[in-house]
């Protein structure tokens, strides 16, 4: 199944339909009153796991293994920096696919959003930055991504340099600045030319509101 043609930007129907029934089975697990409903939740999430399988190239086994966090199901939250040195923002290049995006990754429990950026640039650029605004909060689902098994938000700061220099880390091979007219190749699971782009908006217009969803 496609996605809806009228929002070619929204994921595919299947996977929409997928993260749902991990999230109510997940939820589910979690409340139910006895062995029976527990059971029957299990099985929807084994659905749930067998549906995105279908649509990649994983084994249900493994997409269940991915599912292991209890409670009640809510986004996961990604954090990514938008670091500006003059009029150029700073990019890293991931290991795992070669392409640049900003730095960032999963905020960790114990971590206040902006610290979690402040952390993200440290770790995979080498640089120390400040966190000073809030520039999006972004529903991952509502933009131009690959699809991906879970539901997500993206919570992008712009930051102050402060210091340090480029170093790779076990996860980036490179950091380097880049003027917005010579962006390298993206890695768009990450963040995608629009977002960057209303990086450079934030940054050139400092008034400018928070953009959500």
Same mark, same amino acid.
């Given at each position: 199944?496609? =996605? ?9 129907? /299947? #996977?929409? /339909? $997928? ?26 999430? !084994? ?5 995105? =399988? ?26 990514? $920096? ?24 999963? $905020? ?33 689902? !509502? ?9 997500? /938000? ?5 930051? @102050?340099? #402060?210091?340090?220099? =480029? !170093?790779?880390?076990? @996860? ?7 003027? @917005? ?26 008034? #400018? ?5």
């Amino acid at each position: 199944m496609t =996605a809806d043609p009228d929002k070619p930007d929204t994921p595919p129907q /299947w #996977l929409q /339909w $997928a993260q749902r029934l991990q999230a109510l089975a997940q939820t589910g697990i979690a409340f139910a009153g006895n062995e029976f409903d527990r059971e029957r939740y299990a099985a929807v999430g !084994r659905i749930a796991a067998a549906m995105m =399988a279908a649509g990649s190239d994983r084994q249900p086994q493994f997409i269940q293994g991915l599912f292991t966090e209890g409670g009640y199901a809510t986004p996961k939250v990604d954090v990514r $920096a938008a670091v500006f040195r003059g009029d150029c923002i700073l990019m890293v290049k991931e290991r795992s696919d070669g392409l640049w995006t900003l730095p960032g990754g999963w $905020a960790d429990v114990g971590d206040c959003p902006s610290s979690a950026a402040e952390r993200e640039v440290r770790e995979e650029a080498g640089f120390e930055v400040r966190a000073v605004k809030l520039a999006a909060l972004y529903d991952r689902n !509502r933009h131009p991504h690959p699809p991906f098994a879970f539901h997500l /938000w993206k919570a992008f700061f712009v930051c @102050e340099l #402060l210091g340090g220099e =480029a !170093r790779p880390s076990i @996860e980036t091979e490179a950091a380097e600045f880049f003027a @917005e007219h010579q962006l390298p190749p993206l890695s768009r699971g990450r963040a995608t030319l629009e977002q960057i782009r209303h990086m450079y908006e934030h940054h050139r217009n400092p008034g #400018l509101p928070t953009s959500f969803d």
